[in-house]
Nanobody, 121 residues
Framework: QVHLVESGGGLVQAGGSLRLSCAAS????????MGWYRQVSGKQRELVAN???????NYADSVKGRFNISGDYAENTVFLQMNSLKPEDTAVYYC???????????????WGQGTQVTVSS
């Protein structure tokens, strides 16, 4: 089994900062990307930031210049530093990893349970 566990969500005032953390554990052979999505109730889940192994990070236009994704593939971790938060950033944030569990296994996407981020105005 594979588990992704997120932490770091909470309530913050507009203009404040939060740092989300995610750690993947279990039967993991290799990871090709890790990232963060968010979802507001009643809306589709959307990409916030993605960090391919050995590649450049990608960000949603709405968070460019305010959020920074980092991590350590040796530790199977990914972080999301969120600065200058706005009320419209309020959502449940999900960690995701694209990985395979064996040398010849398929690449599959795994998701964390989500962590709530609430930004008050």
């Amino acid at each position: 089994q594979v588990h992704l566990v997120e932490s770091g969500g909470g309530l913050v005032q507009a203009g404040g900062s939060l740092r989300l953390s995610c750690a993947a554990s279990g039967s993991i052979f290799s990871i090709r990307s890790m990232g963060w999505y968010r979802q507001v109730s009643g809306k589709q889940r959307e990409l916030v930031a993605n960090r391919p192994y050995g590649g450049s990070a990608n960000y949603a236009d709405s968070v460019k210049g305010r959020f920074n994704i980092s991590g350590d593939y040796a530790e199977n971790t990914v972080f999301l530093q969120m600065n200058s938060l706005k009320p419209e950033d309020t959502a449940v944030y999900y960690c995701t990893a694209s990985l395979r569990r064996g040398r010849f296994a398929n690449w599959d996407d795994y998701w964390g349970q989500g962590t709530q981020v609430t930004v008050s105005s």
